[in-house]
């Protein structure tokens, strides 16, 4: 199983706990992974004996990469123009058990330490307690493969400090735990050694059946490992950088936004001049919906953000853009992608509004309460 679903004893209740069991492909998701994920989540849901659920990702390099976006990219070139029925199925319920993690009645926590990218960050961000580590990397570099920060991402940006979450979409930035903790992403701090002890501290509760009393007791557990953890969060390059990124991204231009950015991808400061590169290098059709995704969405709630994510991430699929950057950086590894527009000045407005249109008479999210 790509999943390994499990329950352990506590001193009173039962601790769910699913771990992605793909190491190999650093756990990236799978459509069969999600369905895994979302079946145990409803099956615990209205059980009493389940107190509580941890989720993380087994072997040490990754919590979870992303989704298998050459998958995604075979059904897209499958059938161009659409319906692409591997995409659109897998992205429908991904959102579905996003949400479900965002609304999830019973405390969640999450062990995010390693890699944590595309859909990685969308469960983390998702649990309750959402906890890093010194190894912890996060990054959503979609831009760089002509795709979106999904997963909740419209949700999760949206609600950063400042601008931090238009810059860390438009540039696909690369992030670490203090990071993480600064924008929000994440909650509490730990060592990666401090694992198994986590284990062992929520299965030595005695649970309630009440959610709320469950949710202080494990907030407590981690709260109690969080303050005595034997590494410190890393600097956090974002809040450093807050100032500046706040002022980037001060502009009523997208454009200005860009060309501002950009600017800097010869600086001497090494994170800021490679978030700059990612947007340099990036699909700049791709940047221009990923900035218009997020400015629609800014006052969205829950449901409609995912919603509006799908309808987005349909539209992506049925065109050929998306396919060229997983060629160019995963499949041929080039890393010169053919990007349909050299500039995002070029790109006609009217494309732009076609991605943001409707490509079916029901979004497959309209039930999302």
Known sequence: MAVIVAEH???QGLLGHL????PKTLNSLTLDMVDALQAALDDWRDRDDIAAILIDGAGEKAFCAGGDVQALRESSMGTPGGPCEYAETFFTREYR????LHTYPKPIICWGSGIVMGGGLGILAGCSLRIVTETTRIAMPEVTIALFPDVGGSWFLNHMPGRTGLFLGITGASINAGDALYTGLANRFMSSGQYQTLIGDLTAVKWSTDAQQNGDYARSVVAALAGCADAEPPESA???HRALIDD????DQILTVFDRIKAHVDSDDRWLAKAAQGLAHGSPLAALW????LHETRHASLAEVFQAEIQLGTNIMRHPEFAEGVRALLVDKDRQPKWQFKTPEEVPA???DSFFQAPWEQNPLADLA
């Open 9 to 11: 004893e506590c001193a």
């Open 19 to 22: 771990t992605l069991d793909v």
């Open 97 to 100: 058990m996003n949400y479900t």
């Open 238 to 240: 974002v809040a450093t």
């Open 248 to 251: 980037l991204c001060d502009a």
């Open 290 to 293: 990923i900035a218009r995704q």
């Open 350 to 352: 009217a494309l732009l």
